[in-house]
């Protein structure tokens, strides 16, 4: 095996700009842990953003990836070279973004046969933040009201279709592209925030939903608080929500951050497998434009779904 590779780096906390594709050594697996040979790494725009992205550097992006076990330490014995995997790397180790990426044993799960590595790549971040969102935090069932925000991006792409799956009736806000995909994806009620506000009929109706998933942030999470239910239960994926107002209102309101949890990862990639999950793919992009990828995710009305990284096209 060569040793020397490629990797999308940051030297320091930065935005884009920071990013060059630079040739370092391919690094070598420790006690428990792989190397893959990376096919795809799916980028998070907001990811340069995150204090965990840069407690190493220089830092290297994209935590969610799909690829090949190309070596493994003497004591990994639950998989094997040449198995295609996937997975999400724990924020406090490198990325993906790379030809090589070292990744513990524990974390691989096997990649779906029906779809492509650059598809499989959007599931462990993105898929598993909705999974958890929905089911291990907010606890949803059959029946509950949900309203997903930002329901084109690419966690809200899951939280819609994941959502429909445990029998919940969904509402989503999307604007622009993503109001026609979003009934593609089964949500039952669309609101469109180009044109309509999601607390205009609260008035009429008053607070209307079990549980608020909320991956835009801000105003948008501060005006959740008003439509949930008494008893209710509102996930945010951004900041810390208002623990006072939230129990002035009866609600429970939680932030938390996506872990590795391969049982879920071989779960959704079951759902995959069957066509019962559907990936959309924003844009594609060779790893030596990674960069531009990044810098694709500015400004609004962008095009539904997760942005990927090609490794190995
Ligand atoms: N805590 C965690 O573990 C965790 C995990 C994953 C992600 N996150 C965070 O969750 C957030 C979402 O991540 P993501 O990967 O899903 O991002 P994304 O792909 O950029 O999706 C965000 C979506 O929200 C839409 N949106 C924003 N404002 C809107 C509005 N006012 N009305 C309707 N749609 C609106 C965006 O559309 P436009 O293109 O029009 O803006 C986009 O479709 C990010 O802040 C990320 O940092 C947290």
């Known amino acids: 095996m060569t040793e020397q590779m490629r990797a999308l780096r940051a030297e320091r906390r930065g935005g884009p700009e920071q990013l060059t594709i630079d040739t370092i050594a391919v690094p070598s697996p420790g006690p428990g842990e792989t190397l893959i040979e990376v096919h795809a790494a799916a980028i998070t725009f907001a990811e340069l953003t995150w204090d ?3 407690m190493h550097t220089p830092a290297i992006p994209g935590h969610e990836f799909s690829g090949v076990v190309a070596d493994v330490a003497d004591d ?5 070279v040449g198995d295609e995997v996937f997975g999400l790397i724990r924020f406090e180790l490198q990325g993906a973004a790379a030809d090589y990426v070292v990744v513990p044993a524990a974390d691989l799960a096997r990649k779906p046969t029906r779809l492509s590595h650059a598809e ?3 599931l462990p971040l993105a898929a598993l933040t909705a999974w ?7 606890h949803v069932s059959a029946g509950d009201r949900v309203l997903v925000h930002g329901g084109a ?6 939280a819609v279709q994941l959502a429909r799956l445990a029998g919940a009736t969904v509402t989503t806000t999307v604007r622009g592209d993503g109001v026609a995909l979003a009934s593609t994806l089964g949500a039952d009620h ?4 180009d044109t309509a506000d999601f607390t205009a009929d609260f008035a009429a109706a008053g607070r209307r939903f079990d549980v608020v998933i909320d991956t835009i942030g801000g105003d948008t999470l501060h005006r959740s608080f008003d439509v949930i239910v008494e008893g209710g239960r509102l996930v945010t994926l951004q900041e810390p929500p208002d623990q006072a107002r939230a129990s002035s209102l009866g609600i429970t309101a ?4 996506v872990a590795p949890d391969v049982t879920e990862l071989n779960y959704l990639a079951g759902l995959a497998d069957r066509a019962e999950l559907t990936v959309v793919l924003a844009a594609t992009f060779p790893l030596g434009e990674g960069r531009a990828a990044f810098e694709s995710g500015r400004g609004t009305h962008r095009p539904p779904g997760k942005t990927v990284l090609l490794v190995r096209p």
């Open 132 to 138: 958890q969102a929905l089911f291990d935090v907010a």
């Open 190 to 193: 669309i609101i469109d925030t």
């Open 153 to 158: 991006g690419g966690v809200g792409i899951f």
């Open 254 to 257: 939680t932030f938390f951050i």
């Open 76 to 80: 990994v014995t639950d998989v094997s």
């Open 120 to 122: 499989t790549a959007v």
């Open 52 to 54: 965990e992205t840069w």
